[in-house]
């Protein structure tokens, strides 16, 4: 089906906002749960966001939540992360992920992008 392929971050400052893409050759089916993970610089992967890709069902990390907003749009085979309120400390690779459990877990998922960069500067 292809692997995952992220687009969209790049190097803002704070209180800006950025829009990341997250598609794939294959389609994506109902069954998939669709996350967004993040890596900050010298730490490990955190859980950001996740929905079902046949319905809506996000669910935020605390230190996102009412800043970001995770979609779907079926019809161009995307997943979205609107990002609003950047501060310095959402600096990270952001990944795109799915997974068949509804979890914030990162080893539940089963496949990853390649991710991309997204650099907040106060």
């Known amino acids: 089906q292809g692997q995952l392929s992220e687009s969209g971050g790049g190097l803002v400052q704070a209180g800006d906002s950025l829009r990341l893409s997250c598609t794939r050759p294959?389609?994506?089916?109902?069954?998939?749960?669709m996350g967004w993970f993040r890596q900050p610089p010298g730490k490990e992967r955190e859980f950001v966001a996740m929905?079902?890709?046949?319905?809506?069902?996000?669910k935020y990390s605390d230190s996102v939540k009412g800043r970001f907003t995770i979609s779907t749009d079926s019809a161009k085979n995307t997943v979205y992360l609107q990002m609003d309120s950047l501060n310095p400390d959402d600096t990270a690779v952001y990944y795109c992920?799915?997974?068949?459990?509804?979890?914030?877990?990162?080893?539940?998922?089963?496949?990853w992008g390649q991710g991309t960069q997204v650099t907040v500067s106060s």
């Open positions: 294959g389609r994506f089916f109902s069954s998939h749960v």
């Open positions: 992920a799915i997974g068949s459990t509804y979890t914030t877990t990162p080893r539940d998922y089963f496949a």
């Open positions: 929905t079902r890709w046949s319905r809506n069902s996000p």
